[in-house]
């Protein structure tokens, strides 16, 4: 009996035994196989938000590239090259730097008076069309020959003689008639809300030679200030200029730069040779009130004080003997009384020695001069000056008048 009761309970353990080690297997089995499906489900998880990420760039890019060229084909119809032509007779002159004393040329070449009056192609530009009876802008350096012939070559390929309406005395900006009518327009949007980082395309007649050329980029910089110069030498200080990146060369002046929505912000206009990919244009709503003068007058108008004036710095207010330390000091040039004779200034009493503080009630103590508070009106608008005259302030009421070019 006791040897059978042994028995019992030594299969018994044995039994429990291996059961709690079939037991202990099973249980490592589930674990290693749960933890594995936890990790496939893991990598799963992780591919599947890859292939999201790069299905977002795929699809952003794709969106992008389709605005850009929507953009292109709405505005490019309405851009056009300006080619400049010149009699051969008259490239060449005895004032020309290119018959200086160093030039290789013995004597200006000799023509016969047919050869003389064939027109020969000597640079371009660009322009687009703001109206549909052709009114076209562009650049004023680049029509600031007036010995010259230009044309304008629409995207179709059409070539049209065009002439000069009105160069802007301010900015770079000129206006050109085209003969004929329903011609595409571009649409103008707002440059007060250019932002930096915002993308923009230039579309321009790269180099005088490539139609059409479409370069893409963003806004850099805003607020910049440049001189923009003529072929003779003359130039145009611009201020509030847009600063980008987008490939500006020769050839591309004038012509529009774009945002996303095919609006035309800024009129391309410069390029800077002091560094890449630095370009700078024209903002577009300085530019629609050069249209709209032309439209309605006939003109570009601008607002006319008539003095002549230095901003002050605390050092020249000080170099001076001034109470002040900011405002516009009437003062005389080499050349120029002051106070021009006829003018709105000279019709108001101001006199050599006033300071300008403030136009009504804007001081002049910023980074404006006075030309350019000034130009925010019109010909005849009434504005109250502030003056500091022998330490006394005082007030002067001016009518404006428009500006009457001396050419």
């Keep these: 009996m006791t040897l059978k009761k042994t028995s019992l309970q030594i299969a018994f353990i044995f039994g429990m035994s291996i059961a709690a080690l079939i037991g202990a297997f099973v249980g490592i089995f589930l674990a290693f196989s749960l933890t594995g499906l936890l990790h496939v489900d893991e990598f799963l998880q992780i591919t599947s938000d890859s292939n999201k990420a790069v299905d977002a760039k795929i699809v952003e890019m794709i969106e992008e590239e389709s605005a850009t060229i929507a953009v292109v084909e709405r505005v490019a119809p309405a851009v056009v090259s300006i080619v400049i032509k010149k009699e051969r007779g008259n490239l060449y002159s005895y004032n020309d730097s290119y018959f200086d004393f160093f030039s290789p040329y013995e004597e200006i070449p000799v023509y016969t008076e047919t050869e003389a009056?064939?027109?020969?192609?000597?640079?371009?530009?660009?322009?687009?069309?703001?109206?549909?009876?052709g009114y076209v802008v562009t650049n004023r350096h680049v029509v600031s020959d007036e010995d010259a012939v230009y044309l304008v070559v629409t995207s179709d390929g059409k070539e049209l003689p065009a002439r000069i309406v009105a160069l802007d005395p301010y900015y770079d900006i000129a206006v050109l008639d085209v003969e004929g009518d329903g011609y595409p327009i571009v649409s103008f949007g707002d440059s007060d809300f250019a932002k930096v980082g915002q993308t923009v395309i230039a579309i321009g007649n790269s180099l005088s030679e490539f139609e059409n050329t479409v370069t893409k980029g963003v806004i850099s910089g805003t607020n910049r200030s440049i001189v923009a110069y003529d072929?003779?030498?003359?130039?145009?200080?611009?201020?509030?200029?847009?600063?980008?990146d987008a490939a500006i060369n020769p050839g591309?002046?004038?012509?529009?730069?774009?945002?996303?929505l095919s609006e035309v912000i800024a009129v391309n206009t410069a390029l800077s040779y002091d560094?890449?990919?630095?370009?700078f244009a024209i903002p577009i709503n300085d530019v629609k009130r050069i249209v709209s003068d032309i439209q309605t007058y006939g003109e570009v108008r601008r607002p006319w004080l008539g003095v002549w004036y230095v901003m002050l710095t605390p050092?020249?207010?000080?170099?001076?003997?001034?109470?002040?330390?900011?405002?516009?000091?009437?003062?005389?040039?080499?050349?120029?009384?002051?106070?021009?004779?006829?003018?709105p200034a000279a019709e108001a009493g101001l006199q050599e020695g006033d300071v300008i503080l403030s136009i009504n009630g804007e001081s002049l103590s910023g980074r404006e001069t006075l030309g350019e508070?000034?130009?925010?009106?019109?010909?005849?608008?009434?504005?109250?000056?502030?003056?500091?005259?022998?330490?006394?302030?005082?007030?002067?009421?001016?009518?404006?008048?428009?500006?009457?070019?001396?050419?």
């Design 252 to 260: 591309n002046s004038g012509g529009p730069l774009i945002n996303l």
């Design 315 to 343: 050092e020249y207010a000080i170099e001076m003997d001034l109470a002040s330390e900011y405002g516009a000091l009437v003062q005389s040039s080499q050349e120029e009384e002051a106070v021009i004779a006829g003018s």
């Design 117 to 133: 009056q064939e027109l020969v192609e000597i640079g371009g530009g660009t322009g687009f069309f703001v109206t549909e009876d």
């Design 275 to 279: 560094g890449d990919s630095i370009g």
């Design 373 to 407: 508070v000034i130009y925010q009106y019109f010909p005849g608008d009434e504005v109250v000056l502030m003056i500091l005259r022998e330490g006394e302030t005082k007030e002067i009421l001016v009518l404006l008048k428009a500006y009457q070019s001396e050419e």
């Design 231 to 244: 072929d003779d030498g003359s130039n145009a200080v611009i201020r509030n200029a847009l600063q980008t």
